[in-house]
């Protein structure tokens, strides 16, 4: 493990109390950096905050719902309260719909949810960081989108429709935060999320089956896989990449994508 | 800078960006074999990494690379790491009077790359994974006026590069694309032909700048060939500031002549 690397930094991570967000703070944290948690329920966001502050690391746990503006403009200044400069805003957070074919008269109510947590989060968080990552000389946003956007997944429109606004207000701010040294990725990440984990857990052969179609023939792990991939992204090597939507599914959609609602699997 | 400690990486074509990252990966302590069809070119390149070797190679002579990677083996260690970087510099010509000469150099250029993964993939395969990350260029997803045969083999990467994604995954070997924007040689010489065109595209980069070659191509390099690039596979990454969103790729026909 490569340790420092992040060394007087500070990283916020949003939606960080379990899954993948949880395993990306953790990796920031190992890496050396100051790190922000953030979640909605205060019990989920103590026990990662406990494990973090176990491994030697320095983190606060902020509770706040980014799907909120004023909540997400408070998630930005407690975290500088508590640490006094942001450098790494990891736009994890997003609210769960419920599948619905997209005739389904709720969906209105769905497209509120996802955009207001992923879409508008993502925004506001960035917003209110902004002044910060000018003000320290640069920073590095990452934002989260998803495949199931990319391919289309059947009846999840309301989430694929906020995961790819995500990647369109990536690109633009991209565009816009680079002259001032923040560079602005998309990931994909395909992983060991607890939607998936209950997914495979009563049914190991499906969870294999699964594992045989990814290329690496392995699921991504929270903190080794996901959680390091974005370290690279935020890290002195992810210098020059910005406006990038990166994969980190071990290969998964390069052949393109099953779809995987139909057999009953909440992927997000 | 201990992301490659006690790891082989091969450079195969010694230019700016091999060279950039060659240096990078060395600093991040791994030991450094370099390839090149010119035994100058890597010899000049070995020469100024400490304990790094050089092995000249044949382009259409699939043995000379199998021997040059036995060789690295019984040198260095069997490689874990290779930087594949086997573009030619574009012919430009309108595609009505491209040659079969310039598509059989720059397709010539794509099946070196295939042949430098296959003798890589032996000792990969033993060594319970890898790491390959080929050096692609932007005309291989926007096209460049002109260089048929270029934006070709560009193109020919990709699919070359998540092939070698697909069937080598289940043994940990990762294969990636890396797409720079760098300041190299050919945009300095672009810079002094046409100023003012070079400054408009460099000021279109989200960044400002062309990427150094050490720090901003071998570092992006180094986040595939390390760690932290375990669960990135088949990927297209841009090691350009953002050029890839903000602007057009760069017409070689503006420059040439």
């Known amino acids: ?268 | 800078m201990d992301r490659l400690t006690d790891k082989t990486a091969i450079i195969f074509g010694a230019d700016a960006i091999g060279r950039g990252v060659a240096l990078r990966f060395a600093r991040e302590g791994a030991r450094i074999a370099v390839l090149d069809a010119s035994a100058e070119a890597a010899q000049a390149l070995a020469a100024d990494i400490p304990g790094a070797a050089a092995f000249p190679v044949r382009l259409h002579d699939e043995g000379s690379f199998r021997a040059a990677f036995a060789a690295v083996a019984q040198r260095l260690g069997p490689a874990e790491v290779l930087l594949n970087n086997p573009l030619p510099t574009p012919a430009v010509a309108p595609l009505d009077v491209q040659t079969g000469e310039a598509f059989a150099q720059a397709l010539g250029a794509v099946r070196a790359a295939a042949v430098a993964m296959q003798a890589a993939f032996p000792f990969m395969r033993e060594a319970g994974g890898g790491r390959i990350v080929t050096i692609g260029h932007r005309y291989g997803e926007s096209v460049g006026e002109a260089i048929a045969p270029y934006n070709t083999a560009a193109w020919g990467l990709v699919g070359l590069t998540r092939t070698a994604a697909l069937d080598w995954g289940r043994w940990q070997i990762t294969a990636n694309l890396l797409l720079p924007f760098a300041a190299t040689p050919e945009l300095e010489a672009a810079h002094l032909r046409r100023p003012r065109v070079i400054d408009m595209l460099t000021g279109q980069v989200p960044l400002r700048r062309a990427g150094d070659p050490i720090e901003d191509i071998g570092g992006a390099a180094a986040f595939l060939a390390g760690d932290e690039g375990a669960f990135l596979t088949g990927q297209v990454l841009h090691a350009d500031g953002g050029q890839h969103v903000a602007g057009p790729v760069l017409n070689p026909a503006r420059f040439a002549g």
């Open chain 1, 1 to 268: 493990m490569t340790v420092g690397r992040l060394e007087g930094r500070v990283a916020i991570v949003t939606g960080s109390t379990q899954g993948l967000g949880e395993g990306i703070a953790v990796r920031l944290a190992k890496a050396g950096a100051r790190v922000v948690l953030n979640g909605r329920s205060a019990e989920k966001g103590e026990r990662v905050l406990a494990r973090i502050q176990d491994l030697g690391g320095e983190a606060v746990f902020v509770v706040a719902d980014v799907a909120i503006k004023s909540e997400a403009q408070r998630l930005i200044a407690q975290a500088v309260e508590a640490f006094g400069r942001v450098d790494v805003l990891v736009n994890n957070a997003q609210a769960q719909s419920p599948y619905a074919h997209t005739t389904d008269p709720e969906n209105d109510g769905y497209f509120d949810l996802a955009l207001k947590s992923g879409l508008y989060g993502s925004l506001w968080t960035s917003q209110a960081a902004f002044p910060h990552m000018r003000a320290g000389g640069g920073g590095r946003v990452v934002n989260f989108a998803s495949v199931n956007g990319v391919f289309g997944a059947r009846y999840a429109a309301a989430y694929n429709a906020a995961k790819e606004a995500i990647q369109g207000l990536t690109r633009t701010l991209a565009n816009e935060w680079g002259a001032y040294g923040i560079t602005v990725n998309t990931v994909l990440p395909s992983g060991l999320s607890p939607s998936y984990e209950a997914f495979f857990k009563d049914d190991p052969q499906r969870a294999e089956a699964a594992a045989k179609a990814i290329p690496l023939r392995r699921h991504g792990r929270a903190e080794e896989d996901i959680g390091s991939a974005v370290l690279g992204l935020v890290s002195d090597s992810g210098r020059f990449i910005t406006g990038q939507a990166l994969f980190i599914d071990g290969g998964q959609s390069l052949t393109g994508l099953p779809q995987l609602h139909d057999l009953g699997y909440a992927p997000h």
